[in-house]
């Protein structure tokens, strides 16, 4: 039974799911090694369980996660609301470390090539949200960037563009110029129960300016889902193997003051951080990652799950001012792969 809610995207004519799919963690295995079986399959069963947003980007797995995407939505398309990124150089051959970006390309040249690429990668005539992927301020204020979405617009070949912050958290200034100064319908940033900032400052004026928040991370990459304890230990693959130890150790002790509400008979840990997310109607859709058919299973319902009581949402509050608004969670920051 789809028990799944929607929401509007800003000023879009777009209705996505509260709960979206995340699509980076196919075909790539920064998050653990997902089959090509697996991955069609887990998109397959998102759409069934009514989760209607779909977001990927060229550059996860150098487009294979959009292939895969591609893939899993045929006979489905009219169905979703499809969402891609654009901006890096998916084929250049430098060599990366860690989590050192590739090249970025936000040329009007670039976004033509990019876009049919990704169509093609995708099996759709039209991409429905086409982002700016992690884009400077340069980029904002770069008024040809804008021209070439509009044209693309214009000729059917997408339906709305927005921008997607990052790659790490913060990107204040960045978020809130795009928001007042373009015609985005959507923003994505981190945002979730210790990463409250600079997600707050957005949502004012995103509703000021018709503009859609999505938020990625909701469970600060695995610290808010509840299956870690101050013993576990990461694969070598898996990107938080290069986060400083204390990202584990010392977010966990801060927490603390939550379990309470955390592990309740009503909802898991997890599904309490979707709902945290959620209680602010400025955000349109939630994209924690997914990589297990169980994970999937209990996001979505976290979307048919009662809001936050008052006390519960201003208990997290209270614990993120004392425990990690004070501290810029510099141990959050992944440490250099070759280190």
């Not at 928040?213 to 909701?218: A, G, H, K, Q, S």
């Not at 979307?303 to 141990?331: C, G, H, M, P």
């Amino acid at each position: 039974m789809n028990n799944l809610k929607y929401r509007q995207l800003g000023k879009s004519s777009l209705k996505v799911s509260e709960i979206g799919f995340g699509a980076w963690t196919l075909g790539t295995d920064w998050w653990g090694t997902i089959t090509r079986e697996e991955s069609i399959r887990l998109v397959k069963r998102a759409l069934e369980l009514g989760m209607n947003f779909v977001d990927t980007s060229d550059s996860y797995a150098s487009g294979a996660s959009e292939k895969l995407v591609g893939e899993a939505i045929q006979g489905q398309r009219e169905e979703i609301i499809l969402s891609t990124k654009f901006g890096y150089d998916i084929h250049s051959e430098v060599k990366r470390e860690g989590h050192q970006e590739r090249e970025q390309k936000f040329t009007a040249e670039h976004i033509n090539i990019a876009v049919e690429e990704s169509l093609e990668r995708l099996q759709t005539s039209y991409i429905d949200l086409y982002q700016l992927h992690n884009p400077k301020m340069d980029h904002i204020k770069d008024s040809a960037v804008f021209d070439a979405l509009d044209d693309l617009v214009q000729n059917g070949k997408i339906r709305y563009y927005g921008v997607a912050l990052g790659p790490a958290i913060g990107w204040t200034e960045e978020g809130l110029n795009a928001m007042k100064s373009t015609n985005i319908v959507s923003l994505q940033t981190v945002y979730n129960m210790v990463e409250q900032d600079p997600g707050r400052s957005f949502l004012s004026v995103a509703k000021e300016n018709g503009v859609g928040i999505l938020v990625r991370v909701p469970h600060a990459s695995g610290l808010l889902d509840g299956k870690f304890n101050a013993q576990t230990t990461f694969a070598s693959n898996d990107h938080r193997s290069y986060r400083q130890r204390e990202w584990l150790t010392k977010g966990l002790k801060k927490i603390q003051p939550l379990d309470y509400l955390l592990n309740t008979p009503s909802r898991t840990m997890s599904q309490t951080a979707l709902r945290f997310t959620l209680m602010d109607t400025g955000i349109s859709s939630v994209l924690p990652t997914i990589s297990t058919m169980n994970d999937l299973e209990e996001y979505a319902k976290a979307s048919d799950l009662d809001d936050l009581t008052e006390e519960e949402f201003e208990k997290i509050n209270q614990v993120y001012a004392q425990e990690f608004q004070a501290e810029t969670l510099s141990y959050l920051m992944p440490k250099s792969r070759a280190n």
